[in-house]
């Protein structure tokens, strides 16, 4: 069922007129007739409306550093920050010495009353001699909670002195939760200190292989990064870094070495994607790998990109290969899943990522929307110029980086660039709403009411989100599939990660469960009869 301004109109009335007025902007009915719809995102959450958003540290640490396995990752502040993001993000990693994967730990300076009143950098200079003691790791990076700037520690300073002490890369990343308005502040302050702070800091002046690879902005929720590190692997890729899924401190270091870039989350990865190309000419090519139409074309650019004839044809062996493998495999479900529809509502890329995978199985997304992604993932990078910083975004410093002197590398001729423009996606995305049908509903900064409101209207059969509006769907009867940590299931990239999607999304609607929702009383008469008089 498609939504009409009247419906949206009666949403926005219960606001308050200042609230409805702030909502109205964030939320679009997409008219293709209209070309580019403007939607304003990446601004300030209105306080009280209970938004699904998390802070920049969230972001910094616990999205994009975070997954760095032989780094230990340190959060500066009281217990909270560290203990709720200890091993909630699903980012797996593998190391082949296990002494040097320290994913499992949560390690913080547990400040107390009296570091807030006397400041905590010597608590902190002690946790680190600490862990160089006790683990040894590659490198440590330090994360700022709220109170950490408020109290004035200069982490920067401590950071600075413990690495000349110890001789190993420890790096400080001032990313207090109110920075900024979402996690998108944090990856921001992130990208900028694994920019100047690790990437060129290996002594690799040439890639290993002819066809060297990063993976930017892939997290390795469930296992994804490995599902799509098997496909390049079997094509004949590469792959010198992944940013940062089962990524390590040691691959990260070369990362300039690489040929191409490949963007999957473009929110979270676009601004060293951009310093990369800039400091050491490697273009970048957004991708998706989450469905197989998607995966298929990503594999198509890239071997287009390389523009080897050996390449193009082992990639496409490659992907005759995996379809004739999955495709009896996904029939029953597509049969399962056929004529459905679906809410697609996550952080800042799948929302857009997942859209295809749902059409692939026949399930239509109704609603679409980001917690924190800016005005360019819903409307392409050429809106970039238009947008202009407010106050919550000037606060997030912009790293101004300049060509290598010596590392500054053409990766392809400048006209073959221009050529490569015109055909693939190089340095370049087009944003979700492009992709969008007619009639949907797109949302920036859902909030619970809202969610609410929409799932009366609309009645998706399928609501993915996250952990904290998994159960509203559920108590009003409709299945969930959570798209931040796959409901511990994964991987979904991929050619066997959209078999495992299909089969979890098809199995959530054949659960038995859903036919016991309405009590047999609200359904019908439990006793039919008629009264017979008395003879
Ligand atoms: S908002 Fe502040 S206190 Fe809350 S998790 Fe983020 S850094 Fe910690």
Not at 39 to 48: L, V
Not at 218 to 238: C, K, T
Not at 447 to 464: C, G, K, M, Q, V
């Amino acid at each position: 069922m498609a939504l009409n301004p009247k419906d949206l109109e009666e949403i926005l009335g219960q606001y308050p007129a200042k609230v409805k007025r702030n909502r109205k902007k964030h939320i679009l009915i997409r008219d293709s007739a209209r070309g580019r719809q403007e939607i304003e995102a990446n601004t300030r959450t209105i306080p009280g409306i209970i938004t699904n958003r998390g802070c920049a540290f969230a972001g910094c640490k616990g999205v994009v550093l975070g997954p760095l396995k032989d780094v230990v990752h340190i959060v500066h502040g009281p217990i909270g920050c560290a203990y709720y993001s200890w091993l909630t993000r699903r980012n797996k990693a593998k190391a082949a010495d296990p002494k040097k994967n320290f994913l499992a730990y949560c390690v913080s300076t547990d400040l107390q009353e009296s570091d807030i009143v006397f400041g905590g950098e010597k608590k902190l200079a002690r946790l680190i001699d600490e862990v160089v003691e006790i683990f040894q790791p590659n490198a440590i990076t330090i994360s700022a909670t709220c109170p950490v700037g408020l109290i004035g520690d200069d982490i920067q300073m401590v950071a600075k002195k413990a690495q000349e002490k110890h001789g190993i890369s420890i790096i400080a990343f001032s990313c207090e939760g109110y920075r900024g308005v979402s996690q998108s502040a944090g990856h921001h302050i992130a990208n900028n200190g694994l920019m100047e702070h690790v990437i060129g800091l290996g002594d690799r002046e040439e890639p290993p292989h002819e066809y060297t690879v990063n993976i930017l902005g892939e997290y390795n929720i469930g296992g994804d990064s490995w599902e799509v590190h098997r496909i390049l692997h079997e094509i004949g890729y590469h792959v010198q870094a992944v940013m940062t899924g089962d990524g390590s401190f040691v691959d990260l270091k070369d990362a300039h070495v690489a040929r191409l870039n490949l963007v999957q989350c473009h929110r979270s990865i676009n601004y060293i994607a951009d310093m990369l190309e800039k400091k050491y000419g490697t273009p970048w090519l957004k991708v998706n790998f989450i469905g197989i139409r998607a995966t298929c074309e990503s594999l198509r650019h890239m071997a287009l990109y390389f523009g080897d004839e050996k390449l193009m044809r082992r990639t496409e062996q490659v992907i005759a290969r995996e379809l004739a493998r999955i495709e009896p495999l996904l029939e029953p479900y597509r049969k399962i899943c056929q004529g459905k529809t679906a809410f697609c509502f996550v952080g800042g890329s799948r929302g857009h990522h997942y859209q295809g995978l749902y059409e692939e199985l026949g399930i239509k997304t109704v609603l679409a929307g980001y917690e924190f992604a800016h005005r360019d993932d819903y409307e392409g990078r050429d809106v970039l110029p238009e947008i202009k910083p407010d106050a919550d975004s000037k606060n997030i410093p912009d790293l101004h980086v300049l060509p290598d002197e010596r590392r500054y590398r053409l990766k392809i001729p400048r006209e073959r660039m221009e050529e490569l423009k015109g055909k693939i996606p190089l340095s370049y995305y087009k944003g979700m709403n492009a992709d969008m049908a007619d009639g949907s509903i797109i949302v920036d900064d859902l909030n619970h009411y809202e969610t609410e409101e929409f799932i009366r209207l609309l009645r998706p059969d399928i609501f993915s989100s996250g952990i904290k509006d998994k159960y509203i769907p559920h108590k009003m009867g409709i299945p969930s599939k959570q798209l931040h940590n796959y409901d511990y299931s994964g991987p979904y990239a991929g050619f066997n990660g959209a078999v495992n999607f299909a089969r979890d999304v098809a199995m959530s609607f054949v659960i038995p469960a859903w036919n016991y929702v309405v009590p047999p009383w609200r359904q019908g008469p439990l006793l039919e009869g008629v009264v017979e008089e008395a003879k």
